[in-house]
């Protein structure tokens, strides 16, 4: 059976360094705070001018170059952001542009902090059934521009961030090799427990004074029940790619979860009684970049070597929506 794996990851944040104490200086906050309750340190922010497909053009570059091969090589690009730099059209075009790529199909996926897992399943699909061979995989936000930098919207502005990561994906070489299965999932009941309100096409016109001066365009969050959502769905959803798979919890080699809260990483790992070389963390230096947090650790995690041949990796993933989802992968 063809399956389909990474031939290459890069990733790239904005070198601003946003630390908690420079937080602090804006709001009723503290580091001892934001590092108690999410594990965060520090995170990036763009500076002004810089965009997400910025971002997203530089980590393409490096995962091409670790693929070896140049943006002509692309047959299509799944670009997952909850953050486009415009409503319309999505990011995927911007980047195309920038690569120089042919005119290749380019595709937004908006499942917010599930977002990299949602499109990897795309390009898994099109590539098993022949359609498209060589697929970059991109997952991307600037978050920082829809942060309300008062005492008001503390409780998510010490957590989101911005960052790009990408992979290039493509036909396995080997028959044991490569992403095994998938679990997706979502539940719109939920939806308005983690949002952005506007603009939107249901408001005449999208964006008014009255919604700016609510704050109703910066990112709301219901802070306590996504927690208690997320700490439940993503063990779920790990055991279930697994076992559809044919494999259980102790057969994983390393877990890379979206970094959303350090918090609720531990608590995930204590369900599912990992030892620490069986995880990943970073959140303590990126914060929670939504879509790019699984594509910036598996950069990570690769370049560092803590992936080896053989190894069995899961991705997993939850947040707004709700939506989550797995993938398992035989490296
Ligand atoms: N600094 C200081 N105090 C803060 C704060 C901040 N940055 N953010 C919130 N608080 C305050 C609240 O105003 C509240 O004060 P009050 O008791 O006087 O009303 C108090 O801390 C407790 O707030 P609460 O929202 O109940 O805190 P919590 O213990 O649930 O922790 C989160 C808040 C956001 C850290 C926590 O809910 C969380 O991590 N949720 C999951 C978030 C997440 O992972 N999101 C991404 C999913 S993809």
């Known amino acids: 059976m063809l399956r ?14 946003v630390t908690n104490d420079e937080l602090s200086k804006l709001m009723d906050t503290s580091d001892e705070w934001i590092h108690t309750r999410t594990g965060i340190r520090e995170r990036r922010w763009v500076r002004e001018g810089e965009t997400g497909a910025d971002l997203a053009f530089r980590a393409t570059e490096r995962a091409l170059k670790m693929a070896g091969m140049a943006a002509a090589d692309l047959d299509a690009i799944v670009y997952a952001t909850s953050t486009p730099d415009h409503f319309a059209p999505g990011n ?22 599930s977002g990299f897992v949602y499109a990897l399943s795309v390009a898994d699909a099109w590539i098993r059934s022949g359609q498209y061979r060589r697929i970059l995989v ?17 409780n998510t502005s010490v957590i989101f961030a911005d960052g790009a990561g990408a992979a290039v994906v493509g036909p396995a070489g080997r028959e044991d090799q490569g992403i095994l299965a998938f679990d997706l999932h979502a539940d719109g009941q939920h939806a308005e427990k983690l949002w952005v309100d506007s603009p939107g096409s249901m408001y005449h016109p999208r964006v008014s004074p009255e919604q700016l001066e609510a704050g109703r365009h910066f990112l709301q969050m219901d802070g306590k029940e996504v927690f208690r959502h997320a700490v439940a769905r ?7 790619v697994l076992k559809s798979a044919g494999y259980e919890v102790a057969d994983m080699s390393l877990l890379i979860a979206h970094q959303a ?20 963390n970073n959140i303590m230096r990126y914060g929670n970049t939504t879509a790019a947090t699984i594509p910036i650790a598996l950069d990570e995690c690769l370049r560092a070597g803590r992936i080896a041949s053989g190894d069995l990796v899961v991705l997993t993933a939850f947040g707004s929506g709700f939506l989550w989802g797995s993938a398992v992968v035989r490296w």
């Open 261 to 280: 809260n350090l918090r609720i990483a531990e608590m995930m790992q204590r369900d599912l009684a990992l030892r620490d070389d069986q995880v990943y």
């Open 138 to 154: 991109v997952g991307a936000e600037v978050q920082s521009t829809a942060m309300d930098l008062t005492t008001r919207g503390r």
């Open 92 to 113: 995927g075009v911007y980047l195309q542009r920038m690569l120089g790529a042919a005119t290749i199909p380019a595709i937004d996926i908006r499942t917010q902090c």
């Open 234 to 240: 993503m063990p779920e959803s790990i055991r279930a």
């Open 4 to 17: 389909s794996t990474f031939l290459g990851t890069g990733f790239a944040v904005p070198d601003r360094v």
